[in-house]
């Protein structure tokens, strides 16, 4: 039988009240039904957060002193999602359609970041200003990551002292379901963690707009991202926007094109079949060794296996949804219009399981003209663009030419060039001869039109907490001003 979830109100799943539901397919093979949730209405959202604005006003979690007993449930949850790893990095791949290896990764990123944020406990302390909590804050999660970008959120917010009301991805929204589960399972008190799923026009706007919201962070478009900081505006609410992405990478005539080619494809740019904001999503390449960087690319790309997630030989797995694809394929064919010269992919596979999903080939692109769109536009997919450039200073002109600063990787063994393209870059975030990696000690976000704020390390907890200034006069004191 299909698994029937609910939302998480008050620690326990529950339908909507108007009891419509929405079928969660498996990307890498449609005619499964993984799951059936609640079709979400603005009504449910305002069950949901008055359920957090309660649970804040009256429950012990937000208390200045009780950061330690907050720090203990978040290690708790922790040790239940290490338990439970294997499950639901299946349940992951099932929903999302990235390769198994990669779930079991994401889940990694949810412990590790849960872990980072529990040692925070009895560390929120008063000095010369009290730290508190925002109060009752919004979660919204896109497809792509549903399990670390969850943790992203909920375990600062959690952790600070907030109540939280979590909008997973219509189309990856089950993982996310057993994880506010155990939250309570490791003793979250009820109505601190709700969850609403249901279309973004219906439950994701009333979220951003109902007046109990005074925290909004989501991981989505830039486009996305607009309405809801024009939605923050008026009610002066806190955001952490981390939005599109167009990372470049740099690879210069001193660097291991061998180790470069190899990351790039297999770490940079083909992970979770291109979904992701730091994805390598343009590499500029010195002259002089573009054509064996192209060469050896095209070759790590071509030798990809592609299919279902849960085939442990496989490597990339399928786009999440339809649209994400007609995306993509709109940008490639643009690219190939104008003139672009295709080294490797360029269809769907065909045959087999693979007509039952939403499979693109990695691609790899070359001679792209720079009119293309898959310039300007954040591609998020399996789709590589290479162009040739004659020296730093033209790479870094052509990578910083973008409405997108996000992340940026260079690579090369000169530390005078890699200290200059680090200085001079346009964005949040800077690889060195390295893959797009995150840490939950190290903050996250972009510059321009990625985003504001920042998650994880220190400053993504903060994101989280008001500081309020206190004076205090204890006993007489004659000649007090």
């Known amino acids: 039988m299909t698994a029937t979830y609910g939302m998480l109100l008050d620690g326990t799943q529950v339908p909507a009240q108007r009891e ?5 397919r498996n990307p890498a093979n449609t005619d499964e039904i993984v799951g059936v949730v609640p079709k979400g209405e603005p009504e449910d959202v305002r069950r949901a957060v008055a359920s957090a604005q309660q649970a804040f006003e009256t429950t012990w979690w937000p208390r200045l002193h009780e950061s330690r007993r ?11 999602a290490e338990a439970r790893r294997d499950d639901l990095a299946r349940l992951l791949t099932r929903e999302q359609g990235k390769v198994y290896r990669e779930a079991q990764g994401e889940l990694e990123s949810l412990i590790s970041t849960f872990d980072y944020y529990a040692g925070y406990g009895g560390k929120i302390i008063k000095v010369e200003t009290r730290k508190q909590p925002i109060g009752v804050c919004a979660a919204i999660l896109p497809f792509n990551f549903p399990v670390s970008l969850y943790a992203w959120k909920v375990a600062p917010a959690l952790m600070a002292g907030n109540a939280v009301v979590i909008k997973p991805a219509t189309t990856a929204p089950l993982t996310d379901i057993l ?5 309570h399972e490791a003793g979250v008190p009820a109505g601190i963690a709700n969850l609403v799923t249901g279309p973004s026009a219906a439950v994701g706007d009333t979220l951003i ?18 309405i809801i900081y024009t939605a ?10 981390e939005l599109g992405g167009s990372d470049p990478s740099v690879v210069c005539d001193d660097a291991d094109l061998v180790a470069a080619a190899e990351t790039i494809v297999r770490s940079g740019r083909f992970r979770n079949a291109g979904q992701s904001c730091t994805s390598v999503k343009r590499v500029y390449v010195f002259d002089r060794v573009f054509d064996e960087f192209a060469r050896l690319a095209a070759g790590y790309a071509r030798s990809l296996r592609v299919g279902n997630g849960l085939d442990p030989a496989v ?5 999440n949804n339809a649209q994400v694809r007609d995306d993509v394929e709109r940008l490639l064919q643009d690219a190939l219009q104008r003139g672009a010269v295709l080294v490797a992919g360029g269809a769907r596979p065909s045959g087999g399981h693979y007509a039952r999903g939403y499979f693109l080939q990695p691609t790899v692109l070359t001679g792209v003209p720079e009119d293309a769109a898959i310039w300007a536009e954040e591609c998020f997919g399996p789709v590589l663009p290479l162009e040739r450039v004659r020296d730093l200073d033209g790479a870094i002109a052509k990578a910083n030419d973008s409405p997108y600063g996000l992340g940026a990787a260079i690579w090369s063994e000169n530390t005078k060039t890699i200290e200059r393209f680090v200085d001079r870059i346009q964005s949040g975030m800077v690889w060195v001869n390295y893959k797009p990696l995150s840490l939950p000690e190290a903050p996250f976000g972009g510059v321009k039109e990625s985003g504001i704020g920042r998650e994880l390390g220190a400053e993504g907890l903060a994101e989280y907490l008001e500081t309020k200034s206190v004076r205090t006069y204890v006993g007489k004191s004659e000649g007090r001003p």
């Open 20 to 24: 419509e539901t929405i079928e969660v």
């Open 70 to 80: 907050r720090g203990r449930v978040l290690q708790k949850f922790v040790g239940l």
């Open 179 to 183: 994880l506010t589960q155990m939250l």
């Open 209 to 226: 707009r109902h007046p109990a919201i005074r925290k909004i962070a989501l991981t989505g478009s830039t486009e996305t991202g607009r």
């Open 232 to 241: 923050a505006a008026a009610g002066l609410k806190h955001v952490t926007l």
């Open 315 to 319: 490597e990339m797995g399928p786009l």
